[in-house]
């Protein structure tokens, strides 16, 4: 598996006799600031991971439980220099921390696109949901219809009869509780609001019966920024409130559907959620960063998931101070309000 930070033990020989030991660090690492919101990700990722992994047991798939083990175990053993932690990731979609990373990666790669578009639209495209046995077939035709839709506009523009499609396309999927139902849809970015419209309208001849007018949304941005987070943030929401309220009309604790998650990433495998039409993203020339550090400039670190916090592993001393730690709330809500019950 390929991993994006590296940390090993490793010798720079200075002479026959004489020689320091070092480790060696690859990639640019996790700086402070980040490290400092890492305590309620960990705790987060872990719990959920915890409740996946014995989902997955229950129903023998062997795949996903290692996969699900993968995330608990990430970025546990880190080393620091002083300015940034060290150490693998899992790389998960289902991993708070390795989804930040990837968000922050194609915000920045999207950005500089986006903010050239002349009048941006944010556009999400929704359809009927369906039932857990039906999911799997149920998100690739969803994909399969939003494909058939740009090939169709593509050959339209190449005749000169409509504009070219130009957009960010991310697939989200999230659970409803209480018709125990699943609705992926797509929040897409649009260069202009004419091509929103067109893939609005094409959108609800292509779903017929399937898809409503009422259903879906147009926006034209006017922070691109705030939507190409929206658009980026997740796949699945973890917190979801039980009774289907948004905003100021919730009354009551969210609560996070393992069960319902798992059967939205097994039915995600092998699928590319986010993809660009129309334009293309420069090359940017990958950096392998590597250094040599002596041991006695670092230090290493374990995850205890009883603390919280990483501990120092010659020295004992703990990593993060009380005010980094998960709120009360947050320790309550994965403690408490955690539903493994199949859907």
Known sequence: MALDTLAQRGTNNKGKNDFTECHVLHGKGTCKESMKKFPKKKFISQKLALALIEIAKEEGDKEMEKSYRNTFYCFNDIITDGNRAYGDHCKNRFCINCSAIRKATLINKYLPIVEKWEKPCFLTL??????????????RETKKAFQTIFQRCQKRFRRNKGPKIVCLVSLECNYNPIKKTYNPHFHIITATKEIAILLNTEWLKQLKENASYKGQDLQVIKNPLKKLIEVLKYSTKIFTDPDMKKGKKKTSDPVVYAAAIHEIYKAFKGLKLQNSYGFSLPKIEKETKTQVIPKSDTKEWNYKSKLRSYVDTETGELM???KHLPSAKVEYLMNHQLNTTSN
């Open 320 to 322: 993060y101070k009380e």
């Open 126 to 139: 929704t359809r009927v949901s369906f039932k857990r046995h039906e999911l799997h077939k149920g998100i």
